[in-house]
């Protein structure tokens, strides 16, 4: 099978990779980072079937144009892709679902907001409606912060558009968990729990960014918990899509926190994560190649449910120094043979290739490297993910040293 991946970071490397132990794979626009990378637009490349990665090109329809080129995809046309495009609309659906989710309400209007600010016991999430990389989300413990979060929300001074109507939410507490769902439109799969580090700091400190890195499997979970949110949450949503005529055929990416009360949900993506996929993926014992084109045919029964290894993986996000808010770039990559000499996988995200064009990688983005070790354990897997994270080098170079400290623990 000749597989395209659309995207170009750390998850469309993972997909590649994965996606080749059966499959030949294209990426496009790919990065100069991963193999198989062509800069051509996706409806020239003859494939047998299409996987998007990224948001951004499913909420801009890109699926439902190559379907309408008679091509196999694997992702949501933009109605389902609407889901993350819009976190109210998201809210929405899943209320409309009956999923437990958080207490919310959307605004245009900074009064009302206010008013409805003032109802909740806090702590206080101010989201924005649109899309911004994982990183509209506030989670204010004061009430002042929520407020002046939603002005400069609503001004469209710190989001721009995507920030003109906002999502508050009532606070929830509790350990948050991701799970990756495959759907043919009628029915789902889950693949296996992982558990992702959003903020930038050690401790959970510090700004939301797209992720600093993941674990899976997430030895608290039991597969009690995910036959759970299959039937609770994720086919009452696929029923809700359905009734509202979306044929929903990718990944359900759904965002759990594991409260006093059971599980709640967070929010869904529409889209493998990033890091979760660098964790997620590399476990697959089964075909990922037949099962995303199972999927993508409307018909998930065709092959068998996909199983996982029983080992772990830790992923651990290589960032430039300065990310989230202004990242510095352009440095020299040192060390990734090495890294991969270890027995690490390193995708690759925020490269480029160096003005010298000697093949040298340079660094090009917020995020640059997502460093996955493997291992029997979770501690095991992570001691090898920290090991190969010691070789990789250029100046300024930052990572998060407590990922999956404590799933190592237990
Ligand atoms: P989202 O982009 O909606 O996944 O939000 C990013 C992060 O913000 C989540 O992973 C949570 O850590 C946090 N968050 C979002 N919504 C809530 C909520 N209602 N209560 C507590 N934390 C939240």
Redesign the pocket.
């Known amino acids: 099978m000749r597989v395209c991946v659309v995207g170009s970071g750390g998850r469309e490397h993972a997909l590649a990779h994965v996606l080749g132990r059966t499959a030949d794979v294209v990426v496009t626009p790919g990065s100069p980072g991963i193999p198989g990378s062509v800069d051509i637009p996706p409806a020239d490349i003859d494939a047998d079937l299409y996987v998007v990665g990224p948001e951004a090109p499913l909420v801009a329809g890109l699926a439902d144009e190559l379907r309408a080129k008679g091509r196999l995809v694997f992702g949501p046309g933009a109605d389902g892709a609407h889901l993350e495009g819009s ?1 109210a609309w998201m809210k929405e659906v899943v209320s409309a679902a009956g999923v437990p989710t ?1 207490r919310y309400a959307a605004f245009d209007r900074f009064e009302p907001a206010l008013e409805f600010l003032n109802s909740l016991p806090g ?1 206080w ?1 101010v ?1 924005t409606d649109g899309l911004a990389a ?1 990183k ?2 506030l ?1 204010a413990p004061t009430r002042a912060e929520a407020e002046a979060d939603v002005r400069a929300k609503l001004a469209g001074e710190s989001f721009g558009d995507a920030g003109r109507t906002v999502v508050i ?5 509790g350990p ?1 968990l991701s799970l990756l769902v495959v759907c043919d439109g009628t029915r789902a799969v889950p693949l296996a729990p992982a558990q992702d580090f ?1 903020r930038i700091g050690d401790g959970d400190t510090g700004p ?1 960014t797209g992720g600093m890195g993941a674990y899976s499997p997430v030895p608290a979970v039991d597969d009690g918990v995910v036959e759970d949110v299959m039937e609770r949450f994720i086919a009452p949503t696929l029923a809700e899509l359905r009734r509202r005529g979306i044929d929903y055929r990718g990944v359900l990416y759904a ?1 759990l ?1 594991l409260t006093e009360d059971g599980p709640r949900l ?2 869904y ?1 529409v889209r493998f994560g990033d890091p979760e996929a660098q964790v997620v993926l590399p476990r697959l014992t089964t075909d990922l190649a037949e099962l995303l084109a199972a999927a993508a045919a409307g018909d998930l029964t065709q092959g068998p449910p996909p199983t996982f290894d029983t080992g772990a993986c830790v992923t651990v996000v290589l960032a430039c120094e300065g990310y989230p808010a202004a990242p510095r770039t352009g440095d020299v990559i040192d060390g990734i043979a090495a890294a991969e000499a270890a027995g690490a996988m390193v995708f690759s995200a925020g490269v480029a290739l160096g003005p010298d064009d000697d093949a040298a990688l340079v660094t090009a983005g917020g995020r640059v490297l997502a460093v996955t070790g493997s291992g029997p354990t979770v501690a095991a897997a992570r001691d090898h993910a920290y090991r190969a994270v010691s070789l990789i080098t250029w100046p300024g170079r930052y990572y998060r040293t407590d990922i999956a400290r404590e799933a190592a623990l237990g």
């Open positions: 976190k958080a702590p999430v989201k994982g509209g989300v989670v939410e009532e606070g929830m507490t948050e959003k939301n965002g926190m967070v929010e993506n």
